[in-house]
């Protein structure tokens, strides 16, 4: 059965530093990977996704994600956060032969320092 | 258009109570879901409708009923429940039940039950 493992339940950081967020998941079978945002009292933004083609996938708000099968892992970076990106962050995954069904990591929170 | 709509915002009830939550896309999407988030958790999925019929019931309790009366509008209804129930409740729809399409997520509603 699939996974999903957040390394890091909480992140805290500086403003304008770089940031990971580190996401693992186990699975036997072809999976395509996800990442959402979800900012306090808000529903789940989504960030970016991996479903084929390249590695190296560019999302919104200047984030940015590696997908890596041999590692089977899915980090979250961001080269300079902002105050504004605090908020909680999920890793999600889905097989290929589950139709539209999302697991989910149990969330990082980013958590942006002036 | 890309937003998808809950209605209430917040809704406290007691254990006799009977409501319904409300959630409405206007995307033309055919898949829509209900997820209950506890604080500081992911969110966890309840029911999946796949073309107006429910596809998934990840054994939820019969004291949560769901409906979908028609394509773009998805109905929670409560009955007897329990002050363990309380939690921000999330509906999300895609284009099609598939590991390939995004699904994209209400603000949800936030459920308290005394």
């Known amino acids: 059965a699939q996974s999903v493992t957040q390394l890091d339940s909480q992140v805290p950081v500086f403003e304008e530093a770089p940031v990971e967020l580190r996401c693992n998941y186990s699975?036997?079978?072809?999976?395509?990977l996800f990442w959402y945002v979800q900012y306090p009292n808000q529903g789940l933004q989504l960030l970016l996704k991996y479903l084929s083609g390249s590695t190296l996938v560019k999302g919104i708000n200047g984030f940015e994600a590696e997908f890596n099968k041999s590692q089977t892992s899915f980090h979250l970076r961001k080269p300079s956060v902002h105050i504004s990106d605090t908020a909680e962050y999920f890793c999600?995954?889905?097989?290929?032969?589950?139709?539209?069904?999302?697991?989910f990591g149990q969330g990082t929170e980013l958590s942006v320092k002036p | 258009d890309t937003e998808v709509t809950q209605t209430p915002k917040h809704l406290v009830m007691g254990m006799t109570n009977k409501k319904s939550l409300k959630c409405e896309q206007h995307m033309g999407h055919r898949a829509m879901y209900w997820y209950k988030q506890k604080a500081k958790k992911p969110p966890e999925l309840m029911f999946v409708?796949?073309?107006?019929?429910?596809?998934i019931n990840e054994s939820v309790p019969s004291r949560f009923s769901p409906e979908c009366p028609n394509s773009s509008l998805l109905n929670l209804h409560l009955h007897a429940l329990q002050p363990e129930d309380s939690a921000l409740y999330l509906c999300?729809?895609?284009?099609?039940?598939?590991?390939?399409?995004?699904?994209?997520f209400g603000p949800g509603t936030r459920l308290t039950v005394l």
């Open positions: 409708y796949s073309y107006e019929k429910l596809s």
């Open positions: 999300a729809s895609s284009q099609e039940f598939n590991p390939y399409n995004e699904q994209f």
């Open positions: 999600a995954v889905r097989e290929y032969n589950q139709g539209g069904k999302l697991i």
């Open positions: 699975s036997s079978v072809s999976v395509y």
